[in-house]
């Protein structure tokens, strides 16, 4: 599947934040479906992630501390930009949520030179479950988002993105946190990218929801965080 | 002059005096000393001289002396609250820029090995 896209330099960047667990697994199967530039930012895990992931053969810089993940694809980006020139960024989940399968229906908009960004939507999937008060949160984001950035979105978290060449080099990503989401929507509308909502799976195991319910209340202190900085800056 | 006057007012003279010793030794800046021996110093003076606050409070029209003071101070907590919120986020900030420019440096000179 790369080997249409070989005039392109397309890397695979993944924030990681204790997922020791799942991260070998994630990157195997990526390089298994012909995707071999993996960079990985080892947020300050307090776990093996790091040495797991060195060990997959990906490529890893590693934050001393916890500064989220806001923090991390800044990282990755800007370090992927000083060092490869890179065409086409896709960021990926660490903890086995997102399809690898995906990846390809992500880069065709930005490869065929539409599109700037694309970015994966698990509310244009049909086949995609998950938890009520998850679904509920999430629509309250999205609602959230479209009144501050006035951009039309069905899922505004997703981690799951392709930055073609001109996202890559004007998006600025100013919260450290999970907030980023939002920068990345604000920079969308204010730098008149062309994006595009592809349809991704998710994949909702018993991993990912117990890691996810105690983050219920984070949003709520996101959205604080969020009109706080709009109304300071 | 009752116990409680007393109280803060030797309370104040030692705030006074650690303002004076942090400034000494370089932990503060003279702005800063000045500012906060300045706030102090109004306590202090609120506290000896309460007929003071009473004449402001008539001047301003908010009633007693003491409901002026607490009045001045709560707008000068929120101050203080806001100055730390702004200077706790600024240093938020420049961690965050430590961590990512220090993350990519150190990984550059592994590289190269
Ligand atoms: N760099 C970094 N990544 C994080 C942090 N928290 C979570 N992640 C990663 O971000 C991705 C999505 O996080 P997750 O907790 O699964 O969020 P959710 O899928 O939206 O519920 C995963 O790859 C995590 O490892 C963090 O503090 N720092
Ligand atoms: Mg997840």
Excluded at chain 1, 135 to 147: E, P
Aim: hydrophobic share 45%; with cysteine.
């Amino acid at each position: 599947m790369i080997l249409e896209h070989q005039n392109k330099k397309i890397f695979l960047l993944i924030p990681a934040y204790n997922e020791e667990r799942k991260i070998g697994q994630v990157i195997d199967s990526l390089k298994k479906s012909g995707y071999h530039d993996i960079l990985v930012i080892d947020d300050g895990s307090k776990d093996k992630t790091a040495e797991y992931a060195k060990n997959s053969g990906a490529e890893i810089l590693r934050h001393i501390i916890n500064r989220g993940q806001g923090a991390s694809l800044r990282t990755g980006i800007e370090y992927l930009r000083e060092e490869y020139n890179p065409d086409i960024i896709v960021t990926f989940d660490a903890d086995g949520q997102h399809r690898v399968e995906d990846i390809a229906l992500l880069l065709k908009p930005v490869i065929d030179n539409e599109f700037d960004i694309a970015l994966g939507s698990r509310f244009l999937c049909k086949k995609c479950h998950m938890t009520p008060m998850r679904k509920l949160i999430l629509k309250a984001g999205i609602i959230f988002t479209r009144l501050i950035s006035r951009i039309n979105l069905t899922d505004t978290h997703n981690g799951f993105r392709a930055l073609g060449r001109k996202a890559i080099d004007s998006i600025k990503i100013s919260h450290r946190g999970m907030e980023h989401a939002s920068d990345i929507i604000d920079e969308i509308s204010v730098k008149k990218l062309k994006y595009k909502e592809v349809p991704t799976e998710i994949i909702y195991s018993k991993y990912s929801i117990q890691k996810g319910t105690n983050k219920n209340i984070d949003f709520i202190k996101m959205g604080i965080k969020i009109i706080l900085n709009k109304i300071l800056s | 002059m009752n116990i409680l006057t007393l109280i803060i007012a030797i309370f104040v003279i030692f705030a006074i005096s650690r303002v004076f010793l942090r400034y000494k030794g370089k932990e503060i800046s003279l702005r800063e000393m000045i500012f906060w021996n300045f706030i102090w110093m109004i306590v202090l003076i609120v506290v000896l001289f309460p007929n003071l606050t009473t004449n402001i409070a008539k001047i301003i029209g908010i009633g007693r002396g003491v409901d002026t003071a607490f009045f001045i101070s709560i707008l000068l907590l929120f101050y203080l609250i806001f100055r730390l919120y702004v200077k706790i986020d600024k240093i938020d900030k420049d961690i965050t820029e430590l961590t990512i420019q220090t993350s990519k440096i150190i990984h550059k000179q592994e590289r190269k090995r």
